[in-house]
């Protein structure tokens, strides 16, 4: 068999070509699978870093601290994170912008980790502050409750004190009289009695102030008319008619009192039946008595 040896070149060549082809394929296949496979590396790096920056962004949002110089340093720490993510978002990605921002999340995440040691620091002495205040506010509201318990005590007792300082008086005894030759003797024949005499007697009080009285009495007749009217005395909103009155030392010992109550002419003689008669300390009743004339 005669072999042509051009031909044979020309096969030779051929096959070589389509070897170096075949090679040159699958070499470019395998680097664009490389490719991309660096290429979504780097992407998913890119991802992961925009994450954590988003994290780091986020937990600043969360904290709230009124501590001046910690919160400015909050913010700048903010401003830094933000700063960094939005340069990441804009720039194309390659391994060395990814290593340069891994670098400053590491650094970032090193000034976060002594930031927020201060600030839980913060919050245990903020905690603390807050369980004191709580204590203190407790032991106030208590203080208080006794405090206005101590109040009101004190109340009842200048009331109790006030009503045990009040001037008293007891045996209460109304009789009639005539008059005869000058002088005096009891009758309860109205048509004779000329004057009524009124005796009792203020009780011994150690509290109560000493020094004059002003002791009032008021007779009534059957017809409930003031008997021996000497006018009426004004005490605030009230007012009182009077028939007798007497300005008493009062020196907190029992004291005797017996005033004597001439009826005015013109009520004379006096008419039958029963006598009312009241004792007053200026416009407060002490008690009163009784005398019935025939």
């Known amino acids: 068999m005669i072999v042509n040896p051009q031909s044979f070149n020309y096969r030779l060549i051929i096959g070589s070509l389509i070897v170096a082809v075949a090679i040159l394929t699958v070499y470019s296949f395998t680097s664009y699978k490389s490719i991309v496979a660096h290429q979504q590396f780097i992407e998913q790096e890119k991802k992961l870093v925009e994450s954590e920056l988003s994290q780091i962004i986020t937990r600043y949002d969360d904290v709230s601290i009124s501590n001046d110089l910690i919160s400015s340093q909050l913010e700048d720490a903010k401003r830094d994170t933000k700063l960094a993510l939005d340069s990441l978002r804009m720039l194309r990605s390659d391994l060395s912008v ?15 980790k002594a930031l927020f040691k201060t600030i839980d620091s913060l919050d245990e002495v903020n905690q603390d502050l807050e369980q004191e205040k709580l204590l203190a506010y407790n032991e106030l509201k208590k203080q208080k409750r006794e405090n206005f318990s101590l109040i009101k005590e004190n109340k009842n007792l200048e009331k109790s004190l006030e009503k045990g300082a009040l001037l008293t008086a007891n045996s209460f005894k109304a009789k009639g009289y005539e008059k005869f030759f000058g002088a005096k003797r009891s009758s309860n024949k109205a048509k004779r009695v000329q004057s009524i005499e009124v005796c009792f007697t203020l009780a011994e009080n150690a509290l109560t102030e000493a020094g004059e009285k002003e002791i009032y009495v008021q007779i009534l007749n059957p017809k409930n008319n003031v008997v021996a009217d000497k006018g009426a005395i004004n005490f605030g909103n009230s007012s009182l008619i009077y028939s007798a009155k007497e300005l008493i030392n009062y020196d907190n010992k029992v004291k005797e009192v017996c005033l004597d109550i001439d009826a005015d002419i013109d009520e004379q003689p006096l ?19 009784e005398v019935k004339l025939k």
């Open 271 to 289: 008419v039958n039946g029963t006598y009312y008669i009241s004792i007053f300390h200026k416009d407060r009743k002490l008690g009163s008595t």
């Open 98 to 112: 990814i290593s340069k921002f891994k670098a400053q999340l590491f650094n970032l995440k090193l000034k976060n």
